[in-house]
């Protein structure tokens, strides 16, 4: 394919015309020029070209937002769907779903149970509501040991007890042995939400600053240790937590609209989850690394392994773009919250660039923080 | 974190990076290519190029060996992961390494086994656990890595598991360097040697580069401090007129690298005539494949490989941009046709890769970013 091919895809409605600001008034240079193009390549509307799905599809990066954008949005367009948020809105009403597959059931800190109710809760908690129903749907594979069934159910009634939340209602299906891997679950949630929030990933304006509730990347890379095969022992537990109780003491420190986004951190971790607000808002978000709280077993494991603590899931921490003249005070509120006593202000907001993430590193230097195609591969060498 | 923080600091950074700027002669540009895909990555991580004076370029050379791996060689990998009964084992940034027919990522998405390992000698446990399959190793690497494949072929043979074989496709990293050399728009100033290959091969086999080429190479350790050494290092030999091969990265890499782990590759492994790179073609003896003795356990050998050519797509520049010759921003299809979602040429495979590298890290230019991070 030439280049002139891709230059006739229509634009579509997040195309923004960008002037981009060149140093002094002298004409952009040849590389800016390419690096212009490219930007705005990449602003287009983007297409699955895959003919079959592949595990890069649900790893959350790049081509998961391609294939929902693409696929699932184009087939179920409406206002309320179209943030592609953590949770639909409507009047008081806050809902969501979730589906939960992971690897293994039972790890370090936690279990798919827990995860399934927190993770259902912490995207309600997200749209600023109060969760107060849950559903649970099970897809069992032939041959699941049932005192396994019966832990993980036991850890979801616990979470359920911790969150204040109850489950009404319920599936289950089973399916022939091999065809699915032990147990699948599906959890969906409404709560209640202040009508007058106005929580958006698009909300984000230059100068607020963007917090984290806590150290980062524990789920993700306790996961990847309890799965074997590396023989590396570290004290790491998953960070799974309810965080509505966290976001209910932020949203009442901070009223009005001076919480502008909260984001739960998970599948592809902070990095990802900046960069959607990024784009959403139209703002450049910029880090300061050395801010980042990141355990050092965390740390030492991803340096191990060549991958960056900065994609690596979390399952119970949450990012804030709060207003500038707000930031002391949620930071204050999140600290004074057993689930927020590592939170941390670790950025903030610029115009430009815009759609971009960019890290001031710990060494002096800057790059770009950007979304991943696919998983995080562990680089050979 | 003790023993990487040391080599992180912003201020020890500031500090060289005068140093850097005051050994460059006025008026003179200098390039000087980083050969390993490693440093590559450790350039853009840390942002270094922010400490270099904008005198000084870093050119990305062929030492990411992922990229390296011709189109041809993934279809045959994929060809063997659809015989009856295969897993195939390869390294996790294989996964999306496109061939002529698509990725393992896709052959995978059509039914055949293929996962993803961090050592041989996990491949040759799930032969060991799964006697009635066939399992292959997709070896890629330079010598880096050549050693572990080496020693799990002897041990597979000593255990006798008889349904673990290697597909190898080791490269060595010298005749590439010679081959960059040879290139008659090379325009480069000196070299920063590879940290991992080095602690296999040493410091000896650079000597012809400063001998027969006149230009200096300095061996460099992974983080950013040590490349902005060898950065340094370069910088003085060229100023004090010398062209030699140095060692910054000796608190890893002995002189003389390592007998033990050369001898391994020798005793399994020997030089191909000739092997294709992607984006650099054909060079002689710049490959391994396993030795005659090691017959039973070579893919080549057991399957039936098909072994077939996949040209280079006409409009990718990477050979030029492996040479140093063209920055990746100068390829006619960089960041539109070729993106790391959709790569079409060697150097957007992987992350290493100098043009992934470029359009994930250093896509805007650096006063843009500068400016936006400035407090």
Known sequence: MSTDDRTEVAPHAGDRAVPVPHAGDRAPSREEQVLDRIERARRRKAKVREELITLAHGAGGKATRTLVEDVFLDAFRNPLLEPLADGAVAGELAFTTDSYVVTPLFFPGGDIGDLAVNGTVNDLAMCGARPAYLSAGFILEEGFPLTDLRRITASMAAAARAAGVAVVTGDTKVVQKGKADGCYITTAGVGTVDPSLRLSASAARPGDAVLVSGPVGDHGVTVMLARGGFEIEADLTSDTAPLHGLTARLLETCPGARVRCLRDATRGGVATVLNEIAEASGVAVVLTEDQVPVRPAVRGCCELLGIDPLYSACEGRMIAVVDRDAADAALSALRSHPLGTGAAVIGRVAADPPGLVLLRTAFGGTRIVDVLVGDPLPRIC | ????????????????????????????????????????????????????????????????????????????????????????????????????????????????????????????????????????????????????????????????????????????????????????????????????????????????????????????????????????????????????????????????????????????????????????????????????????????????????????????????????????????????????????????????GACAAYYNFGRFSRERVREATRR
């Open chain 2, 1 to 352: 974190m003790r023993f990487v923080d040391e080599y992180r600091d912003a201020g020890t950074a500031r500090a060289l990076a005068a140093e850097v700027a005051a050994l460059c002669e006025p008026g003179r540009r200098y390039k000087f290519m980083e050969v390993c895909g490693g440093h590559t990555h450790t350039i853009y991580k840390h942002g270094l190029e922010d400490h270099l004076p904008e005198a000084v370029t870093l050119v990305h050379g062929p030492g990411c060996p992922v990229c390296v791996i011709p189109m041809g060689r993934v279809d045959d990998a994929i060809h063997i992961a659809g015989q009856p009964d295969v897993i195939m084992t390869s390294f996790g940034d294989m996964t999306r390494v496109p061939g002529g027919r698509g990725s393992f990522q896709d052959a995978a998405a059509r039914g055949a086994d293929i996962r993803v390992v961090y050592s041989p000698l996990d491949a040759l446990k799930i032969a060991r656990d799964n006697p009635d399959r066939r399992v292959v190793f997709m070896a890629i690497g330079f010598e880096t890595t050549a050693p572990s494949t080496a020693m799990t072929l002897l041990r597979a043979e000593a255990e006798g598991v008889a349904n673990f074989s290697v597909f190898c496709n080791h490269v060595t990293i010298i005749p590439a360097i010679k081959a960059i050399l040879e290139s008659p728009d090379l325009r480069l100033d000196g070299f920063i040697g590879p940290g991992h290959v080095s602690t296999v091969i040493g410091c000896r086999p650079y000597g012809f580069i400063a001998e027969q080429y006149g230009k200096p190479l300095v061996v460099a350790g992974f983080e950013p401090l040590d490349v902005l050494q060898a950065v340094h290092a370069c910088l003085r030999q060229l100023a004090e007129g010398r062209a030699e091969v140095e060692n910054q990265y000796s608190r890893v890499v002995p002189w003389d690298g390592n007998p033990k782990a050369l001898a391994v590759i020798g005793q399994t492994m020997e030089l191909r005539p000739h092997f294709e790179w992607r984006g650099l073609g054909f060079i002689s003896h710049s490959a391994l494949r396993l030795r005659e003795r090691y017959a039973a356990f070579d893919a080549e050998r057991i399957f039936d490989v098909p072994g077939g050519r996949v040209a280079d797509p006409k409009a990718c520049q990477c050979g030029e941009v492996l040479k140093g010759v063209l920055k990746p921003w100068e390829c006619k299809v960089f960041g539109t046709a070729c993106t790391p979602e959709t790569p079409i040429g060697t150097c957007m495979v992987s992350s290493e």
